[in-house]
């Protein structure tokens, strides 16, 4: 069953679909996208996760995107406003009497935002994973702009266009600090990412508690269909390891 959601919260609201089974309990994963990417990026996963007993939502960044419909302008996006609209989403889907457990799933831009979010609300989440995550953004853009006078009050970057606060709420983010979520992590990442450094990705795995890294050789910055299958199956294994129900069908 798929379901259109509106979810408001400061003066904006989150746009997604929920791909719900149609047993009464069921894990669900809160996928997020990277940047300027939309909700659609993981549909086909969605719909593959629900004909096998697990539920998804995806849902596109207030402003996170060109396609975004929310009218939120991306201008006024951050990697804070996102987090804010994932914590949104956690919060309307962890108390649904049929979610018995909440995992995050995050791509590039949109991993960074799920890391961010999980070491703030441990309780609330299962589980971690993170597709090739871009945890280089603040050092990416610190070495773009050493001081904040540098920073131009708009920028087109990649076809969409950031505004300043993008750029100065970034700058004191620390990914490389040792993260507070003891929870079992994935980490997929391609040894060929010429956006995201593989030892990007090697770094978050040492700074986790509870993490495992599986690397894909020729894969770079956004997979191939055969990369994308093996996540499927990585994805599967680690929700059967996490999941609490008894008789879950997940492979």
Known sequence: MKEKLEI??????????????????????????????????FSRMAEALTARGI????????????????????????????KEDLLAAVNELKNRQNVAELFLFGASMGGAVS?????????????????FPALCIADDWNKRF?????????LDHWGMELGRNFFLTARAIDFAA???????????????????????????SENYPNAELHYFTNEGHGFSEEGNEKVFRLLLSFLKK??????????
């Open 115 to 131: 890391a961010l979010l999980a070491d703030e609300i441990p309780r609330s989440i299962n589980g971690l994973i993170l597709l």
């Open 242 to 251: 996490c999941t609490k129900q008894t008789k879950p069908r997940l492979i």
């Open 146 to 154: 050493p001081n904040a006078a540098d920073i131009p009050e708009r």
């Open 8 to 41: 408001p919260h400061r003066n904006r609201k989150v746009l997604g679909t929920l791909y719900a089974p149609e047993q009464e309990k069921f894990p669900l994963v809160i996928f997020s996208h990277g940047y300027n990417g939309h909700e659609s990026d």
């Open 178 to 204: 040792p993260k507070t979520f003891e929870k079992p992590v994935m980490i997929l990442h391609g040894k060929q990412d010429a956006i995201v450094p593989f030892r990007f990705a090697e770094r978050a």
């Open 55 to 82: 539920g998804a939502f995806c849902f596109t960044f207030c402003g996170g995107s060109t396609r975004d419909a929310s009218g939120f302008p991306t201008t006024e996006m951050t990697l804070f406003t996102e």
